[in-house]
């Protein structure tokens, strides 16, 4: 298991999309998620949106390998959504955030942890704002969320600075096909 995280904004979804093109044993876990669905997400592709009393419903089951309020939202990984995957003899990209990546790093000690991380501060704020995809108030939490992210990067195992998309990708591949034996 492959767990992928960093600030929003980092570019993660970027460099996650050119690691499954090149290495194809690989598949990402949906999240669930109770944010609303933006412009062109469809349910069970970017995420799997649950509203707050299904998503507590689950959580409450056990059916989560990990949860987190994250900039006002519940996410999650779902226990199915992981094992079907492992059960096709895939390999599995979580991408998350701090708290579930230590979630999931408690309960799978021997996955693998690579922290996407951008050039810089400002660099992070102006692609939030560039994506256009959420309110102001929104991208602040997102920022102020993002220090407490970006001073925990020397707990994972690798970290990516995506300075440069296919730099940045190429390492990531790297990363992933030496410690899992993918090919890419």
């Known amino acids: 298991m492959i767990i992928i995280s960093g600030p929003s904004g980092a570019g993660k979804g970027t460099l996650i999309e050119g690691l499954l093109a090149r290495c194809p044993g690989l598949t990402v876990a949906v999240s669930a998620t109770t ?8 349910d069970g592709r970017e995420y799997h949106f649950l509203d ?26 779902l226990r199915s959504e992981v094992r079907r995957h492992l059960d096709q003899g895939r390999s599995v990209v979580l991408e998350i ?3 579930g990546a230590r979630a999931v790093r408690a309960a799978v000690p021997d996955a693998v942890s690579v922290f996407i991380g ?16 959420e309110a102001d108030e929104e991208i602040m939490r997102r920022l102020e969320e993002s220090r407490t992210e970006l001073a925990a990067m020397e707990e994972f195992d690798h970290r990516v600075v995506n300075d440069e998309v296919r730099r940045a990708t190429d390492e990531l591949i790297g990363i992933v096909c030496t410690e899992t034996g993918a090919e890419g």
Do not use: C, I, K, S
């Not at 944010?35 to 469809?42: A, F, K, L, Y």
């Open 118 to 133: 951008p050039p810089n501060f400002e660099e992070l704020a102006r692609r939030l704002r560039a994506r256009a995809t």
């Open 52 to 77: 707050a009393a299904e998503f507590g419903r689950q959580v409450d089951a056990g059916e989560f390998l990990e949860h987190v309020v994250y900039a006002g939202n519940r996410y999650g990984t």
């Open 35 to 42: 944010r609303p669905m933006r412009p062109g997400e469809v």
């Open 97 to 99: 955030e701090l708290r």
